[in-house]
């Protein structure tokens, strides 16, 4: 009874551990698939924080996100579906030992503000992921410490069609999301969104608190001050700093301002105002942005001006990598400096053009699936599709990619439950028989002799 009980206990953790585990990870990796870029992005944040980033291309953190979405989920998969029960639990057992440390340390110096393993979908602090990585060492633990007791939900004869078509699946959507936008927007700027309601403090919420403290000199003497003991004018200013004490509600826009290229002026009112169209051409970075529809990118800045719309080019670029695109591309559009984290926020692409009525983003386009002549057929924007805000629907796009992964996968179900199942049952009844006809001649000999 004992034994039939820890049996049990076995069986009950193993298969726990293997579904939460499978769980978490097809999570991690799909969000990672839709949005490989932001991935990347976070990725160079980690190199620059611990002084490598200047050692790896912007190509080498990009193929490891890809590469780590598609590890994450198809672990996740074959976690969930008991595939190479053996081999599945110990690398995913292997990738928690190795996390687990790691986000400590990550939550010990704080070089990020968040890990960035779930993404924009769900965003953690470095204490949270680490402690999320300890429970998820536990169950990874008992799921290979007992890993016999695990149920598949598909035979081993087919398992592998399985995992070779999960990692074509995720492969395929991250490079769909690469080359075009991501198919699922977690971000403030996603289509439908208010950029003036994102920069705005609910009434009542609670505001960060903030202390400053001044370095002054007298005598040859340094000391600190706050503004509670700030002394008289005999003493010197030497130096400033700023320390958040008390986190505060932090509107999901913080950091959107506007600033004209050319004479400084700040116009992010003017535009958030501005109750027409316009186009907003994001190029956080010239010098490496995508110059093959240079023409068309042209062709829509004077469809804005033919109908009297707006058109900026957003940048975080230095004055030299201005001049050079406008010299390479005959721009004749104004530019605008922003902040270079709000533009990798905005759209992930370089460059992407992106859509704005009255401060709310009714389209995006990457510079892939630019509108032409065809779209725009010089009418004006009211009188256009393109003109109406993009409908945009959570579920709906989500039902869409489980269908695209689901169908295919239950067809694989299908016939090996109908085939490959069915013949190990006709198989086991047939050796049952033919053992029980065995059995049944030789009693008879028995009774005979």
Known sequence: ?????????????????????????????????VDPLGFQYKLQDYFEAFGVGSWFPPIIPLLIAIAVAVVEFSIGVSMFLGIRKSLVTFLALLLMAFMTPLTL?????????????????????????????????????????????????????????????????????????????????????KIGASIRDGMEIPEGAKLPVYESTFILEKDGKKQEFTLENYPDNSWTFVDARTVLKEKGYEPPIHDFSLKLHETGEDITEHFLDNKGYSFLLVA????????????????????????????????????????????????????????????????????????IQDGTILNKWSDTELPDEYVLRDEPLNQLEIGVQKQVSLGKTLFKLSLWYIIPLLIILGLDLLLVRRREIQSHLLHKRNKDMLQSDENIIDDNT
């Open 105 to 189: 340390v990550i939550a010990i110096m704080n070089p990020v503000s968040d890990c960035g393993c779930f993404g924009d979908a769900w965003v953690i602090t470095n204490w949270q992921t680490f402690g999320k990585n300890v429970v998820l060492l536990a169950f990874a633990y008992m799921a290979f410490k007992w890993r016999k007791t695990i149920v598949p939900f598909i035979s081993a004869k087919t398992d592998w069609l399985v995992s070779m078509y999960t990692v074509l699946f995720v492969l395929i959507l991250s490079c769909y999301c690469l080359y075009y936008l991501p198919i699922i927007d977690f971000r403030p700027y």
């Open 284 to 355: 956080r970075r010239l010098d490496n942005a995508d110059d093959s529809n240079i023409d068309l990118i042209n062709e829509i800045y004077d469809y804005s001006v033919e109908h009297g719309y707006e058109f900026y080019c957003l940048t975080s670029s230095t004055d030299d990598s201005i001049d050079e695109w406008r010299d390479k591309s005959g721009a004749e559009y104004p530019f605008v400096l922003v902040d270079d984290v709000t533009l990798k926020t905005m759209i992930r692409a370089n460059p992407g053009l992106m859509l």
């Open 1 to 33: 009874m004992k034994t039939k009980n820890l049996h049990i206990i076995q069986s009950v953790g193993a298969n726990l551990g293997r579904l939460i585990v499978g769980s978490v990870f097809i999570f991690s990796g799909f969000v990672k698939a």
